[in-house]
């Protein structure tokens, strides 16, 4: 089963047996940015100077990637000027997760639980339902950061995800950070994709920092 980048950061971040995200706000913007660096690697977008352009309205294929295709050609078809990729991702992270998490349910991947927080608020949470793909995901991981297999373009953009949204305690959860980050900097620092694949990598890397700076000084203000 061929997943997205946004499907497996998901898998990811939600605890196999209680459902609940683990490094919530991190991986929103990782989830984000996977499903935008899926539609660089189909063609479809170009994220170049910190901004996202639409080079291609071609569907793909995936209802994922498509759905945010169609929205990102109404948004900037909108605007006035090339819109910064931090605007899309600041707009988007939130709403990215739920639909990625609709398409692990789709997919017989995850289940929906509801749930009640104290016995009053009413939460929805998204347990394992098939761990096959995810244990695949993790032996890949796991073969690159510290195995030193070489990774394909597909897992090299998703170590670049993960590294740059800080994610490694869910990529790697028995792992100290100090012993993979190195390695997953390495990755995402190589010679892996064309050029203008890279420069999106690095650019969304930038976007995903400033806009988790921004909001930790919102939250501690």
């Given at each position: 089963?061929?997943?997205?980048?946004?499907?497996?950061?998901?898998?990811?971040?939600?605890?196999?047996?209680?459902?609940?995200?683990?490094?919530?706000?991190?991986?929103?913007?990782?989830?984000?940015?996977?499903?935008?660096?899926?539609?660089?690697?189909?063609?479809?977008?170009?994220?170049?100077?910190?901004?996202?352009?639409?080079?291609?309205?071609?569907?793909?294929?995936?209802?994922?990637?498509?759905?945010?295709?169609?929205?990102?050609?109404?948004?900037?078809?909108?605007?006035?000027?090339?819109?910064?990729?931090?605007?899309?991702?600041?707009?988007?992270?939130?709403?990215?997760?739920?639909?990625?998490?609709?398409?692990?349910?789709?997919?017989?991947?995850?289940?929906?639980?509801?749930?009640?927080?104290?016995?009053?608020?009413?939460?929805?949470?998204?347990?394992?339902?098939?761990?096959?793909?995810?244990?695949?995901?993790?032996?890949?991981?796991?073969?690159?950061?510290?195995?030193?297999?070489?990774?394909?373009?597909?897992?090299?953009?998703?170590?670049?995800?993960?590294?740059?949204?800080?994610?490694?305690?869910?990529?790697?959860?028995?792992?100290?950070?100090?012993?993979?980050?190195?390695?997953?900097?390495?990755?995402?620092?190589?010679?892996?994709?064309?050029?203008?694949?890279?420069?999106a990598i690095r650019d969304m890397q930038a976007a995903m920092?400033?806009?988790?700076?921004?909001?930790?000084?919102?939250?501690?203000?």
């Amino acid at each position: 089963m061929t997943v997205t980048l946004a499907e497996e950061i998901m898998l990811l971040s939600l605890d196999d047996e209680s459902g609940a995200a683990k490094e919530k706000q991190s991986a929103a913007w990782a989830v984000a940015g996977g499903i935008l660096l899926d539609l660089v690697l189909a063609g479809r977008v170009t994220v170049d100077g910190g901004r996202l352009r639409v080079a291609d309205k071609t569907p793909t294929g995936v209802p994922l990637l498509d759905e945010r295709l169609r929205q990102i050609t109404e948004w900037t078809g909108r605007k006035s000027r090339v819109p910064k990729v931090t605007e899309w991702l600041t707009k988007d992270c939130h709403k990215a997760v739920k639909a990625t998490t609709d398409s692990l349910r789709g997919r017989g991947l995850v289940r929906a639980e509801q749930r009640r927080i104290l016995g009053i608020f009413p939460v929805t949470r998204y347990p394992e339902a098939d761990g096959s793909v995810e244990r695949e995901l993790r032996d890949r991981l796991r073969a690159v950061a510290l195995g030193g297999a070489a990774p394909d373009p597909r897992t090299a953009g998703l170590v670049a995800l993960v590294h740059g949204a800080k994610l490694h305690r869910v990529a790697f959860p028995d792992v100290p950070r100090k012993e993979v980050a190195p390695r997953l900097e390495e990755i995402a620092a190589g010679q892996w994709a064309a050029e203008d694949v890279r420069r999106a990598i690095r650019d969304m890397q930038a976007a995903m920092v400033a806009v988790m700076a921004a909001t930790m000084v919102t939250v501690v203000s």
